[in-house]
């Protein structure tokens, strides 16, 4: 038998069945994996499905991953690489190759499909986001780097294709009419204090659902931020297609994502009164799980993050919120109205860093922070003052 990467075994034994048991546990140890020490003859699917299974499992071990970033990277190997590329040898992929499974990409249609509407034209078909395309290139350009630090391939050939770009989808702050809407509509809505939690600390959405009693000093009015709730997606099983997934608080984004804020006083007010609240209907309710929680179910579980998502949207659609392309406004908007107030009054861009955690202070400029337009008017204003002087003193 030869190996893939060109080693050729063979079995014997003056005994015909010895000789076939040898055999077929030759075969099982080739099947179950053998660690790859060279990369000659060994095809991107192998060696993608032992980083995967190996490499990546041991950076989460070493706490340099999250679990949920390994399972999305298991998932597009397997979605968008090996399908395309798979069957090609590690050691003979070329730009051109990558080029062609770029395009090929950029062409797939998306797993999410707007439905049909009855009496209505069918959607178009939607295709990968260059998003999507740019992070398949960023994971199989990790996976060649580890493959070429190993000394498997003499070059990353993903390091010479330039992928689409890549950018985040910009936030949209609400407006001040479009705040007071919300929160004239959330008066009543069980999740109201979450939303003001979100907009006047600007937290991510995970960040607000972990948040503990134990966490917030409402005499200090300060609270400790970091963990975040997530659902974390478990191991595909490949006869039903389904995953077991679970809840879990996990540590935060960055090493900066950890800070104590300050809250707002109106903040630490309308928290007084949740805890009141929340008092009484634990005393109410039959059973209640987790009394810490400053934020739960209605029987003291944490809130699923899918669950707060579809509350929110059914807060916007109370209060008429839409956007004229379509898109709806999501909870992670509320920060970007967090950061787009705080620059309206005046607040300079690196307080801003810190009041959202960022590392790095383009973070904060170049995605979250979005002039309004009053704040343009308000900096047209200012020019064509100091412009009204200077054109004064020339005459």
């Known amino acids: 038998m ?35 020490t060279s990369g000659r003859g060994v095809t991107l699917e192998r060696y993608l499905n032992e980083w995967v299974g190996a490499t990546l499992v041991q950076r989460v071990a070493a706490d340099k991953m999250s679990e949920s970033t390994r399972v999305s990277y298991a998932d597009h190997v397997r979605l968008h690489i090996v399908p395309h590329l798979g069957g090609e040898q590690l050691t003979k992929l070329t730009p051109a190759q ?12 998306s797993a999410r499909q707007k439905k049909p509407v009855e009496g209505e034209e069918p959607p178009p078909v939607a295709l990968l986001s260059n998003r999507t395309v740019n992070y398949c290139h960023a994971i199989l350009r990790a996976a060649l780097n580890t493959a070429l630090k190993d000394e498997l391939i003499s070059r990353n050939v993903a ?34 204090v979450l939303w003001m939690i979100v907009l006047g600390l600007g937290l991510r959405r995970g960040e607000a659902l972990s ?12 609270v400790k931020v970091g963990p975040s709730l997530q659902r974390l997606r478990g191991e595909l099983n490949e006869e039903t297609g389904r995953r077991r997934g679970r809840l879990a ?7 900066g994502s950890d800070a104590m804020l300050a809250i707002p006083a109106s903040v630490v007010t309308v928290l007084r009164q949740h805890r009141k609240d929340q008092a009484a209907e634990q005393l109410a309710a039959k ?42 406004v999501r909870i992670h908007d509320l920060r970007h109205t ?21 590392t790095r202070l383009a973070t904060t400029s170049e995605i979250y922070t979005h002039l309004t337009v009053e704040v343009q008017r308000r900096a047209a204003d200012s020019m064509d003052g100091a412009l009204s002087k200077l054109s004064g003193k020339a005459q």
Not at 17 to 22: G, P
Not at 160 to 169: A, N, R, T
Not at 211 to 221: E, H, N, P, S, T
């Open 249 to 255: 608080v996990v540590k935060s984004k960055t090493d």
């Open 98 to 109: 990558l080029r062609a499974w770029i395009l090929e990409l950029q062409k797939k249609p």
């Open 159 to 192: 390091e010479l294709v330039e992928p689409p770009s890549g950018k985040s989808k910009r936030g949209t702050a609400l407006t001040g009419a479009e705040a007071e809407a919300l929160f004239a509509a959330a008066v009543n809505d069980r999740l109201g």
């Open 338 to 358: 967090a950061a787009t107030w705080l620059h309206g009054e005046g607040v300079d861009m690196k307080t801003i860093q810190g009041a959202l955690r960022h």
């Open 287 to 328: 059973m209640w799980v987790d009394p810490g929680l400053v934020f739960a179910t209605s029987v003291g579980t944490a809130i699923e993050p899918r669950n707060a998502n579809r509350a929110w949207n059914s807060l916007c659609d109370r209060a008429g919120i839409s956007r004229p392309d379509g898109q709806r």
């Open 211 to 222: 948040l503990r009693w134990d966490d917030i000093d409402l005499d200090g009015g300060v």
């Open 2 to 36: 030869t190996l893939s990467d060109g080693e050729r075994k063979t079995v014997s034994s003056k005994v015909q069945k010895t000789a076939r048991d040898k055999w077929r546990e030759l075969i099982r140890q080739v099947e179950d994996g053998k660690p790859i």
